[in-house]
């Protein structure tokens, strides 16, 4: 019976440039200069990738580290400015009411004759419009109101009253059907809810600009 061919079997192995790499058993152990030289820059390029993760890693910890300072530094600003905004405001609503109190007093009498000229526009068919107001302008206020009167082309009595309890420029309109009171705590009032109106009114308008804080923030620590 035929027995099978061995297998060739080498035991001198080359390689492509004519390098022994391995005698039978025996494995080459040493390497040349280039390979070592190889060896060498490509542990020192596995090092420096290394070593730029980790800058990369910090760099990217110390921008989260900013980003998060920054909103709370932000934030804070946002509260003192609208502290301050608030305070100015309540010191400009001060100066406002000595003024106007001031400019008012000055003068009574012009403030109360042109309110009552607005009201008789409408009630031009009244038989009698009295007025109540503080006694030191009820003589300079019945003068005008009489030319008023008739320039308004209201027809009926215009009466002017003078009233220990009434100061500055308050004044009390009464008509047969109807009364009309307006006195300075009114108007300051009024002009105080102007203002916490307008002191709400902002927190709309800045959303938008918190947004792009917000979003900036966000990009940097990305």
């Known amino acids: 019976m035929t027995q099978p061919l061995p297998k060739f079997d080498f035991d001198r192995v080359f390689s492509a440039d004519g390098e022994v790499l391995r005698d039978g058993q025996r494995i080459k152990q040493i390497l040349t200069a280039a390979e070592v030289e190889e060896v060498r820059q490509q542990a020192f390029a596995d090092g420096e990738n290394s070593e730029a993760a980790k800058a990369a890693a910090v760099q990217a910890d110390a921008v ?12 804070r600003l946002e509260a003192e400015s609208e502290t301050l905004r608030q305070r100015s405001t309540q010191l400009a609503l001060i100066t406002a009411k000595k003024l106007a109190g001031a400019a008012i007093a000055d003068n009574a009498s012009e ?23 503080a006694e030191a302008i009820a003589g300079p206020v019945a003068e005008v109101l009489e030319k008023t009167a008739k320039e308004s082309g209201f027809e009926g009595a215009v009466i002017v009253r003078a009233n220990p309890d009434i100061t500055g420029a308050d004044c009390r309109l009464e008509w047969g059907t109807g009364s009309v009171e307006r006195t300075q705590a009114d108007i300051e009032a009024r002009v105080e809810s102007l203002i916490a109106d307008w002191l709400a009114a902002p927190e709309e ?6 947004a792009c804080d917000e979003d900036g923030a966000q990009a940097a620590a990305g």
């Open 111 to 133: 403030a109360i004759t042109g309110f009552c000229a607005t009201v008789m526009k409408d009630l031009r068919g009244e038989p009698r419009f009295n007025v109540h107001c």
């Open 205 to 210: 308008d800045a959303a938008p600009d918190r």
């Open 64 to 75: 989260r580290a900013v980003a998060s300072q920054m909103q709370l530094i932000l934030a």
